[in-house]
């Protein structure tokens, strides 16, 4: 999976080494040779698992989408940020920060029964 690309719809053969990456920066920080440009390119779709190919002098609007299962693989791409989030402590030993208040239980723990008058008394009738 790309760390460069977080929404890579589509893996791409380099003609160079023939193997698969999903964006140029993988294929640099794998290999040790420049990566050889051609019009020809094979994809991968991750969506349907099919190969393709796509010539890229020839692109046009209607080549953005996988041909087994239209899955448009043109789309913007969303890189990782840097982002300053709020940390809290262990979940499992202080859980008041995902504990719902709005909902106040009621102080009396008995077990409800079938007979119990006041247990969905407003949706009688």
């Known amino acids: 999976m790309c760390k460069?690309?977080?929404?890579?719809?589509?893996?791409?053969?380099?003609?160079?080494?023939?193997?698969?990456?999903?964006c140029v920066e993988c294929h640099q920080e794998s290999e040790n040779?420049?990566?050889?440009?051609?019009?020809?390119?094979?994809?991968?779709?991750?969506?349907?698992?099919?190969?393709f190919r796509k010539d890229a002098q020839?692109?046009?609007?209607?080549?953005?989408?996988?041909p087994h299962c239209d899955n448009h693989f043109v789309?913007?791409?969303?890189?990782?940020?840097?982002?300053?989030?709020?940390?809290?402590?262990?979940v499992r030993v202080d859980n008041r920060m995902i504990k719902d208040d709005r909902i106040k239980s009621s102080s009396k723990q008995q077990p409800v029964s079938i007979?119990?008058?006041?247990?969905d008394a407003d949706k009688l009738g």
Request: hydrophobic fraction near 35%.
């Open 4 to 22: 460069h690309i977080l929404n890579a719809q589509v893996s791409i053969r380099s003609p160079c080494c023939r193997k698969w990456f999903d």
């Open 115 to 119: 007979f119990d008058p006041d247990f």
């Open 33 to 51: 040779h420049p990566l050889l440009q051609k019009f020809d390119m094979t994809f991968a779709c991750k969506k349907c698992k099919k190969c």
């Open 75 to 90: 789309i913007d791409a969303k890189t990782p940020k840097a982002a300053i989030t709020v940390e809290g402590e262990d």
């Open 58 to 66: 020839e692109f046009e609007e209607a080549d953005e989408y996988c």
